[in-house]
């Protein structure tokens, strides 16, 4: 286990007695937290227990409704995320704030571009003010490449660097591991070691609990709001930790094993698949079977799915649909919508989801058809539609006439799924289903995922996250340079077996 300064002396930031509400809600009630120079505190809790806004008001974006924040012990001008920053408290949201057109330089600088005389931009400075924060976290990268072209742990990390830039004491990251493969989430593990034995304060929030045993000293655990326990990481075992996040005991759950279901119809047939980044693939999906895609991030799993839903253009190949005895071919991703697909993206914000549209919206959007009368909507028959699927998917709070952008990505996510649920998909993709999701809504999605398959529907799950998609599959297919170099039965898999495959190891071919 990684060993940081004890805690003695003055927090470098400290939140005494936080409350804050939101009309009615409460999303955080008399929150107490320290973190000390040096190092590395984890805040832990499921979807809604108000990590991401107790983060906000430590980061001077939210005013509290009531507490103080205080930096070397003296108050902290709240609601001024520039006062935060002058402070040194720089803050790393879940959902990265690159702009996709400018320049690795320019997105470091963002907010502090150095500039010349008449307000010219220093375009050297910019330069030397990124390289070294580069330099600071460890990563090369050419500077004047736009982020629209770099791989997603790319952005991730000139993120990291631009929050680094502006030489923080204390580092807030949250959820930074969501995209990553497991040797990129090695690496920025022992970075940030490294910036905390050069005494930085950092934050991290995750809801995969071996990296907090892996880097962190201290943790602050949330449940609805409230701080249910803080001390030292060692003093807790794994399934301890995971109890008190959620306020039971979820060792079944996340245990669980199955057998593999035995497949039924043919659904899904694609053969010879080309596109950008996928190059002559060909997959099958049967009806009540779990399909999963692994491979390490950029090798083209999600350009393959999309490709075959039609949700990309195919340059080649063909896909076909089978439900109810009648098979069709995709021609487009509308189509195979009509026909019985539904497709969870990677990409929830910018793919799935009308943020400034409310929860009950959302949800409707696809199942439109079932819930009219003569092409007339009927708003009870909607209310009550909306209301069972945001309860269905553990939604909290679950109020479908919020806005979907006023909630955490996990329960945003938690969205996405009840929409598609309402449409009684005979195939569903599910693209990284549970990424920033936490432990307890993770069971509850993979317990959807099982059912949906125990009910006959087709289920092509992507995942970066290798314990999901052992638990999940019936059979894994290992993506590499846009092929399939291996497939892997459920008795065999397992994860050195799939990185083995992804990183270009031997290929295996089962049933």
């Known amino acids: 286990m990684a060993t940081h300064s004890d805690v003695a002396g003055t927090p470098i930031i400290e939140g005494r007695g936080l409350v804050k509400r939101f009309g009615g809600a409460v999303a955080v009630d008399g929150v107490d937290i320290q973190v000390y120079p040096g190092g590395i505190h984890a805040v832990v809790g499921e979807n809604g227990a108000g990590k991401s806004t107790l983060m906000r008001m430590l980061s001077g974006i939210l005013t509290p409704t009531q507490g103080t924040v205080l930096v070397d012990g003296s108050p902290l001008e709240m609601g001024s995320a520039k006062a935060a920053l002058e402070a040194g408290i720089a803050l790393v949201h879940q959902e990265l704030s690159l702009v996709p057109e400018m320049t690795v330089a320019e997105n470091i600088s963002l907010g502090f571009t150095p500039t010349r005389a008449a307000g010219v931009i220093d375009r050297a400075e910019q330069k030397q003010i990124a390289q070294a924060a580069l330099e600071e976290i460890g990563v090369r990268v050419d500077l004047d490449e736009p982020i629209a072209r770099l791989s997603v742990a790319l952005r991730q990390f000139v993120e990291i660097a631009r929050a680094v830039a502006r030489q923080p004491r204390v580092l807030i990251l949250d959820e930074p591991t969501a995209t990553l493969t497991p040797a990129e989430t090695d690496y920025l593990l022992q970075m940030l070691e490294r910036l905390a034995e050069r005494g930085m304060a950092i934050i991290y929030i995750s809801h995969r609990i071996p990296e907090i045993f892996a880097i962190c000293k201290r943790v602050t655990i949330l449940r609805d709001g409230e701080r249910v326990h803080s001390g030292n990481v060692e003093d807790l075992t794994p399934q301890e930790m995971v109890d008190l996040m959620v306020g039971r005991e979820l060792k079944s759950e996340m245990q669980a094993d199955r057998e593999a279901n035995e497949p039924g119809e043919l659904v899904l047939s694609a053969r010879g698949i080309t596109a950008p980044g996928v190059n002559g693939v060909d997959l099958d999906v049967r009806a009540g079977q779990i399909v999963g895609i692994g491979g390490l991030v950029g090798a083209g799993r999600t ?17 076909t649909l089978t439900i109810d005895g009648q098979t069709t071919a995709i021609r487009s991703y509308r189509q195979a919508v009509e026909r019985g697909l539904a497709y969870v993206p990677e990409e929830r914000r910018s793919d799935g989801l009308a943020l400034t549209m409310t929860v009950k919206d959302n949800i409707t959007l696809p199942n439109r058809r079932r819930l009219s009368n003569f092409s007339v909507l009927l708003p009870g028959k909607i209310k009550r539609f909306a209301q069972q699927l945001a309860d269905a998917v553990g939604l ?31 195939f569903i993709v599910l693209d990284e289903p549970t990424r920033g999701v936490d432990v307890g809504a993770k069971a509850e999605i993979h317990r959807l995922v099982r059912s949906l398959a125990d009910e006959g529907t087709a289920v092509l799950v992507v995942s970066s996250d290798l314990p999901e998609l052992l638990e999940l599959a019936d059979v894994i297919h290992v993506v590499r340079d846009g092929k399939i170099v291996g497939t892997l039965p459920r008795d065999v898999a397992d994860e050195s077996a799939v990185m083995a495959l992804a990183a270009g190891g031997t290929s295996m071919v089962g049933a």
């Not at 679950?398 to 009840?418: D, F, H, R």
């Open 303 to 319: 350009e393959l799915v999309r490709a075959i839903i039609g949700a990309d253009p195919r340059t080649g190949g063909t896909a």
């Open 396 to 426: 909290r709070p679950p109020i479908i006439t919020a806005e979907v952008g006023s909630y955490s990505g996990g329960n945003q996510q938690k969205v996405v799924l009840a929409k598609w649920l309402g449409h009684e998909p005979k």
